[in-house]
């Protein structure tokens, strides 16, 4: 497939400086009458300002099922890289900077975890976001009744919000698998995802960069980040804060198992 998106997201640099890497831009469908109108209803600030030095953040949360590929969207869109191995995540905050003409941004995406072990911790996740994409994959059904719950949730923990202000898009992972292994079907979804929440849907694969990087283009534009020209995104290290949490439940765990 020919990349679409490269002059909207423009250039993605690694502190390491291991990869670059460019996109192109595509025309989005408007999927129900009001569409537009919706998304510039979403989160009109969603982008908080920090009084300090006058940048904007922006903190996006990825929620759904283990072995969705979370993990895999995540480290697709920050580093051009296909993750083949899974190893269950602990919450990983990764930071990025989009430098556009006018503007600064802090773009923050916590990857959660699939577990169910610490509710709360996913709660204060959610409380803490601004932005959310919420990840199942087509050939597990449970999944997709997982990401329900979770968009349940988004509109409980975000109860002082209307739903169509909230960014947020459903993502339905692995649209690559064999038509055989498919469980969730596309039609059936758009049903509920886009007809009844009057929410976005978009299928994706994490071997294919562009629709990746088609989820998250959605998401920014419904937070008013609008990155059609060129911005200088540059990806920084985990955030260090969450290590503590991580391991707490990282021990947590193994003490389960062990009494098992």
């Known amino acids: 497939m020919t990349s679409g998106l490269s002059d909207e997201l423009g250039s993605l640099k690694l502190n390491d400086d291991r990869a670059r890497l460019s996109t192109n831009s595509t025309s989005r469908r408007n999927y129900a009458s009001g569409h537009n109108q919706r998304h510039s209803l979403h989160s009109r600030r969603a982008a908080t ?6 940048d904007e953040k922006l903190r996006i949360v990825v929620l759904g099922a283990t072995k969705v590929g979370k993990t895999c969207l995540c480290q697709q869109f920050l580093q051009e ?11 990983e905050m990764y930071s990025a900077e989009i430098a556009l003409a006018d503007r600064h941004i802090i773009l923050e995406i ?20 601004d932005a959310f994409l919420i990840v199942y994959a087509v050939n597990d059904a449970y999944s997709f009744d997982i990401a329900q719950k979770m968009r349940q949730l988004v509109l409980e923990v975000k109860n002082d919000l209307t739903p169509n202000s909230i960014p947020m898009v459903i993502v339905g992972n692995k649209c690559d698998v064999d038509i055989n292994l498919r469980e969730v079907n596309q039609d059936y979804v758009n049903n509920i995802v ?8 978009i299928e994706t694969t994490c071997h294919e960069r562009e629709s990746v ?22 990806r920084r290290s985990s955030d260090p804060n969450l290590s503590a949490h991580k391991e707490q439940r990282s021990n947590h765990k193994r003490q389960s198992c062990a009494q098992q």
């Open 213 to 234: 990087l088609n989820a998250f283009q959605r998401l920014l534009n419904m937070a008013n980040i609008s990155i059609a020209h060129n911005p200088d995104l540059t």
């Open 110 to 129: 916590l990857d959660t975890a699939g577990i169910d072990e610490f509710p709360v911790m996913r709660r204060l996740a959610i409380a803490r976001g």
């Open 194 to 201: 886009r007809d009844q929440w009057s929410t976005d849907h």
């Open 81 to 91: 890289k296909f993750v083949t191995d899974h190893k269950e995540t602990v919450d």
């Open 49 to 54: 300002i920090d009084h300090d030095n006058r």
